[in-house]
């Protein structure tokens, strides 16, 4: 195992910011927490992830704390469990994967002979209440537990869940964006995945997925505009007849109620 410690060099809530490339970010808001502290590990010692763990560099400004974790270099892929699922994550990939064969989550013929199976880089953060948090990935999922100022989340095909957030910002390609509360705004676009809104109460929604569904679920102190389109998902909105809703999808189906 490789495993590195990041501490925050001030009291108080923070805007971290982590760009890891592929991996996962779980964080935690803890009530009575004073200094921000970040641990990234992987299973593995040597080889590209622990190069990276170990390469990853820490920058503070004030309250503004970041942390960035390097790319890691030539064709790698991660291998991770989900459940009963096996999860593998590719990095930047060099060459074609035409004909390529997977044993066990090795490459063992095809056009990419040089592809390497590395343990994912888990990024685990405890901060103080009122933080504020900026995640970049390629592949990299996020979960956010407890209740935080400001999200902005961008990724190619990573999920993001955050318990609350005063204001959600999240972009991915192939990931869903699932948020518990949102109690200001919410921006949230995505290309084949989900956007879920638990509970909204805030005073502007815009969501928008190509082939993914759209469930919100208003609150009754919810106020202003909300927006949700899809092309080939359901859109969902509850508890919005006393808000302006602009909804619609091609092929799907629209309920508001």
């Known amino acids: 195992m490789t495993e590195r410690v990041f501490l925050s060099e001030t009291s108080g809530p923070i805007v971290l910011g982590i760009s890891l490339p592929v991996g996962s970010v779980r964080i935690q808001v803890i009530d009575n927490l004073t200094t921000a502290r970040v641990v990234l590990r992987t299973d593995d010692t040597t080889g590209p992830a622990a190069d990276a763990v170990n390469g990853a560099r820490s920058r503070q400004n004030g309250q503004a704390f970041g942390i960035e974790v390097p790319e890691m270099p030539g064709n790698v892929m991660t291998q991770s469990r989900r ?4 999860v593998q994550n590719f990095g930047t990939v060099y060459g074609s994967v035409t004909g390529m064969t997977v044993v066990n989550g090795r490459v063992i013929s095809g056009g990419m002979d ?6 994912p880089i888990e990024a685990t953060v405890c901060v103080p209440p009122r933080s504020s948090l900026a995640v970049v990935s390629q592949a990299a999922d996020a979960a ?3 209740d935080v100022e400001r999200i902005e989340f961008r990724s190619i095909s990573g999920d993001l869940y ?7 910002r999240a972009n991915t390609t192939s990931g869903d964006i699932r948020a518990g509360r949102v109690t200001e705004q919410i921006t949230a676009q995505s290309v084949s995945g989900d956007i879920q809104v638990g509970s ?24 202003g505009h909300v927006s949700a389109h899809s092309v080939s998902g359901d859109v969902r909105i509850s508890g919005a007849g006393h808000l302006s809703v602009s909804a619609n999808t091609v092929s799907g189906r629209v309920r508001n109620h």
């Open 114 to 119: 040089t592809m390497q199976t590395v343990s």
């Open 200 to 223: 909204y109460d805030g005073r502007g929604a815009s969501l928008d997925t190509t082939s993914g569904d759209i469930t919100v679920q208003a609150t009754n102190g919810a106020a």
């Open 162 to 168: 955050a318990d609350g957030a005063r204001d959600l």
């Open 144 to 146: 956010v537990y407890g």
């Open 83 to 86: 459940g009963n699922r096996i």
